[in-house]
């Protein structure tokens, strides 16, 4: 026999599970107001760095080119 009538449980059960959507709707408020943040944060030290002229936004150019990407050919194979 369960510890609680299955009828009775349910009101548990639901609330239970509003309390995990409170939580999870809080987490996600949470991350989205740290990701504006960042961005924000990110996007001041681009326009900063533009005007003293040490990075020029939107011209920097890959490290390597990356295989899969057009014009980039994969080592051993020939151009025909």
Known sequence: MPALPLDE???YVAGAYVVFLVLLLVYVSIMAAR???VD???EDLANLAEA???V?????EPAA????QPGV????ASRS
């Open 56 to 60: 020029p936004v939107g011209t920097v």
């Open 65 to 68: 080119p990356v295989a899969g």
């Open 40 to 42: 924000s944060e990110l």
């Open 52 to 54: 003293r002229g040490e």
């Open 35 to 37: 990701l504006q943040r």
């Open 73 to 76: 050919i994969p080592e051993g």
């Open 9 to 11: 449980a349910g009101k």
